[in-house]
């Protein structure tokens, strides 16, 4: 079983403040995907991250993915009450199906205005 | 992205009894996902269902449980069959592959 471990698990922060959330695994990632849920709603792609070392940057949202493919992470930049909700990350297995998505148990942020 | 939509959106149902939810494309796709995502948890894959073929089922589910059908490219329903409390959850549709999957807005499913 491929597993990717997410922390912290709950954050509560307030407006203007930065943030960085994690997502782990030892098995390597032929992709990962970030996605954000809010509640009553179905989870929204981010992004995408295919390269080892690749960074995106969404708006006030930059993505790294490791080296190594085995990691990720989502920083954000001067938290806005809006980006309240709960932060997936999903990977597609390198030995394994490539439409199969293993998602981490996800981080629940909150930004307080 | 496809936009994608569920009914119903939410659910009060009585242990015993079966629940069929579904899910609407709005466009043809190949791969259909069904998911659960229990409370304050992430979300487990519970099958993929390809048009015209048999759901395959991950370790855990199986298709006396969680019944699926396929009959065309837009369309699937998930069948919740014989409930207890334990299946409270939100049950998610998806489609895409692994790059990317695009999700329904989900079914809230109470069993009291």
């Known amino acids: 079983t491929q597993l990717l471990e997410q922390s912290p698990q709950f954050l509560s922060i307030q407006e203007g403040e930065n943030l960085t959330v994690y997502c782990n695994s030892s098995?390597?990632?032929?992709?990962l995907q970030w996605y954000r849920q809010e509640p009553g709603e179905g989870p929204v792609l981010l992004v995408t991250?295919?390269?080892?070392?690749e960074v995106k940057k969404l708006k006030r949202l930059t993505f790294q993915f490791g080296d190594a493919r085995k990691d990720s992470s989502l920083h954000i930049t001067a938290a806005q009450p809006g980006d309240t909700g709960l932060y997936l990350c999903?990977?597609?297995?390198?030995?394994?199906?490539?439409?199969?998505?293993?998602f981490g148990k996800g981080t629940l942020l909150t930004v307080n205005p | 992205s496809a936009v994608i939509s569920q009914k119903p959106s939410r659910d009060i149902c009585q242990r015993g009894t079966s629940l069929t939810i579904q899910c609407q494309v709005d466009?043809?796709?190949?791969?259909m996902f069904w998911y659960r995502q229990q409370p304050g948890q992430s979300l487990t894959l519970i099958a993929t269902?390809?048009?015209?073929?048999?759901?395959?089922?991950e370790s855990g589910f199986v298709i006396d449980k969680f019944p699926i059908s396929r009959p065309n490219l837009t369309f699937s329903t998930l069948t919740v069959s014989n409930m207890s409390p334990e299946d409270s959850s939100i049950y998610l549709c998806?489609?895409?592959?692994?790059?990317?999957?695009?999700f329904g807005p989900g079914t809230r499913l109470t069993v009291t």
């Open positions: 998806s489609v895409g592959s692994g790059n990317e999957q695009y």
């Open positions: 098995s390597v990632f032929s992709s």
């Open positions: 991250v295919v390269t080892g070392g």
């Open positions: 999903a990977g597609a297995w390198s030995g394994g199906s490539n439409y199969k998505l293993t």
């Open positions: 466009s043809q796709v190949t791969m």
């Open positions: 269902a390809n048009q015209g073929s048999e759901a395959t089922y």
